[in-house]
């Protein structure tokens, strides 16, 4: 599966204006429902559901990476989110240090197998050092979805 074919490069946001992790998942999701990728009126709900799978156990996997998701009822269709803060965020990642690109996926609940496929699509993509420092590098949302389009084209970027 390729990253484009979830991520919603309309909800890319190349500088977050949060500097907690809640608020970056707050900022992140109010980001989607603009690009009218979730469910009408489902904002608040999807944004609770995503914070208390956060609380349940920390998805900052480390190397500045964090990767919030949840299966949520309200969307039919899988869609990411894209956010990086060159202040660092603390996500009470593994490594315990800060992050500066957080990768946002909400999956259909129905879907388990999709949610799936994505989430190794996005780890696949973050095992590359190389792209992790593209991605802290960009400056611009079309950097950003730029990077995700070559990495989709060329998987050892």
């Known amino acids: 599966m390729r990253l484009a074919d979830f991520v919603c490069f309309e909800a890319i ?9 809640d608020g970056v998942i707050t900022e992140l999701i109010a980001q989607l429902d603009k690009a009218g990728r979730l469910g ?11 914070i208390e799978r956060e609380n349940e156990a920390s998805t900052g996997m480390g190397k500045g990476i964090a990767i919030p998701h949840v299966k ?4 039919k269709n899988m869609v ?7 202040r660092g965020v603390d996500f009470f990642a593994l490594d315990k240090q800060s992050v ?7 999956s259909p609940a129905d879907e388990p197998d999709e949610h799936l496929h994505a989430m190794e699509s996005i ?3 973050l095992q590359s050092q190389r792209f992790r420092k593209f991605l802290r590098q960009s400056l ?11 990495a ?4 050892n970027l």
């Open 100 to 106: 500066y690109s957080i990768i946002l996926l909400v």
């Open 72 to 75: 949520h009822p309200a969307v």
């Open 123 to 125: 780890f696949r993509h």
């Open 13 to 21: 946001i190349a500088e977050l204006k949060a500097a907690e992790r």
């Open 140 to 150: 611009t949302a079309e950097q950003i979805k730029e990077l995700i389009i070559e």
């Open 40 to 50: 009408k009126g489902k904002r608040e709900e999807i944004t609770k559901a995503v």
């Open 80 to 86: 990411a989110a894209i956010g990086k803060s060159t």
């Open 152 to 155: 989709d084209e060329n998987p």
